[in-house]
Nanobody, 126 residues
Framework: QVQLVQSGGGSVQAGGSLRLSCAPS????????MGWFRQGPGKEREFVAA????????YYSDAVKDRFTISRDSAKNTVALQMNLLKPEDTAVYYC???????????????????WGQGTQVTVSS
């Protein structure tokens, strides 16, 4: 069973930046898309961003658009999430996701991903 290993995150003041990274435990793991979801205190899990492996097309939630950037390193088979201008409402556990067979119309649906990272806490203080 492939695992997604996350790194990065932590605590920062509002307006600051953090970076998350995610790599599959098997270097040969391929996916049509990878992405990030988050779950804040008392909230449901929500879509943050996704990237298609072919073409590098990116997708963002309205809440993070223009502040967060998702990117991929095809050679290393990794994905990263650069988070700038962080707000207290960005505080959440962030999860890396992937699925080799995902239907591209379902990129924003958490139920469409079979592989999830362990979760990384991001805390933004005001």
């Amino acid at each position: 069973q492939v695992q997604l290993v996350q790194s990065g995150g932590g605590s920062v003041q509002a307006g600051g930046s953090l970076r998350l990274s995610c790599a599959p435990s098997e270097a040969t793991f391929n996916s049509r898309a990878m992405g990030w979801f988050r779950q804040g205190p008392g909230k449901e899990r929500e879509f943050v961003a996704a990237i298609r492996w072919n073409g590098g097309y990116t997708y963002y939630s309205d809440a993070v658009k223009d502040r967060f950037t998702i990117s991929r390193d095809s050679a290393k088979n990794t994905v990263a999430l650069q988070m700038n201008l962080l707000k207290p409402e960005d505080t959440a556990v962030y999860y890396c996701v992937s699925d080799p067979g995902i239907i591209l119309s379902q990129l924003r649906n958490p139920g469409a991903y079979r592989h999830w990272g362990q979760g990384t806490q991001v805390t933004v203080s005001s």
